[in-house]
C-alpha cells in the first residue's frame, strides 16, 4: 500500500515542478549594448509618434513660392548593430509614407506623389557614445535612396530613384536588453527633386520614433 501510494504521487510533483519552471522565451541581454552586438537589432517606427515635413516650392508669375507640407507617415524600420567597440552601424533602414499633394496650379488638375519610399542605400556606420550600456547617443551620415511615383487624374507613372546627397542623422537610444528604444533626426538640404522647372521638393525633415517588438 505505501508503495502504490508513492508511486500515484509522481505524476502531480511533475505537473507541480514543469508548471513552475520559467517559461523559455529566447536570449536575455543584460544591456542595449549587449543585444546590438550579439545580433542585428530590429526596430520599428512608430508613425503616430514620428514627423516628417517637405519644403514645396512652386514657380509662379511672381517668382518662387515655397511652403511647409506635413508628410503623413506609413511606418518603417530600421535595423542597426554594435561591433566589438560599442560602435554602431545602420544596416538597413525603410520608411513609407502616404501620397503627398502637389498644388493644383502646377499641373492645372489634382496631382499627388504615391509610393512615397526612402530606403538605406549602402550600410552606414555612426560615431557613438555611450553613457552606459543602455544609454547611447550616434551621429552618421546616410546614403538613402527616394522612390516614388507621381499621379495626374487616373494615370500613375513610376519616377526615377533618387539618389539624395549624404544626409546627416542623429541617433539615440535607450531602453534595456529585452526593450530598446530609438530616435532617429534626419535633415536634408537642397533639391530633392524637380519637375521642369515648375516645382521642386527640398529640405526633408524627419524625425522618427521606434522600438524593438520583443
Excluded: Y
Amino acid at each position: 500500500m505505501h508503495v502504490l501510494r508513492t508511486t500515484s504521487t509522481l505524476p502531480i510533483l511533475c505537473f507541480i515542478a514543469c508548471a513552475s519552471a520559467p517559461p523559455v522565451d529566447g536570449p536575455t541581454f543584460e544591456s542595449v549594448r549587449d543585444r546590438l552586438a550579439a545580433s542585428p537589432t530590429r526596430l520599428l517606427v512608430s508613425a503616430p509618434e514620428s514627423s516628417a515635413t517637405i519644403t514645396a516650392r512652386r514657380w509662379t508669375f511672381d517668382g518662387w513660392q515655397d511652403g511647409s507640407i506635413d508628410v503623413t507617415l506609413d511606418g518603417g524600420e530600421l535595423v542597426a548593430t554594435a561591433d566589438a567597440d560599442g560602435q554602431l552601424q545602420l544596416v538597413s533602414f525603410g520608411l513609407t509614407a502616404d501620397p503627398i499633394t502637389i498644388p493644383e496650379g502646377v499641373f492645372g488638375k489634382p496631382a499627388r506623389l504615391e509610393d512615397v519610399r526612402l530606403a538605406l542605400a549602402s550600410k552606414s556606420l555612426a560615431m557613438t557614445t555611450w553613457n552606459d550600456g543602455d544609454d547611447a547617443t550616434a551621429t552618421a551620415r546616410l546614403d538613402l535612396d527616394l522612390s516614388w511615383s507621381i499621379a495626374i487624374d487616373d494615370a500613375t507613372v513610376p519616377l526615377g530613384t533618387q539618389h539624395l546627397a549624404p544626409i546627416p542623422a542623429d541617433l539615440v537610444l535607450s531602453g534595456s536588453g529585452d526593450h530598446v528604444d530609438a530616435t532617429l533626426v534626419l535633415h536634408g538640404s537642397g533639391v530633392l527633386w524637380s519637375w521642369a522647372g515648375l516645382l521642386e521638393l527640398t529640405e526633408l525633415e524627419l524625425e522618427l520614433v521606434a522600438s524593438t517588438t520583443e
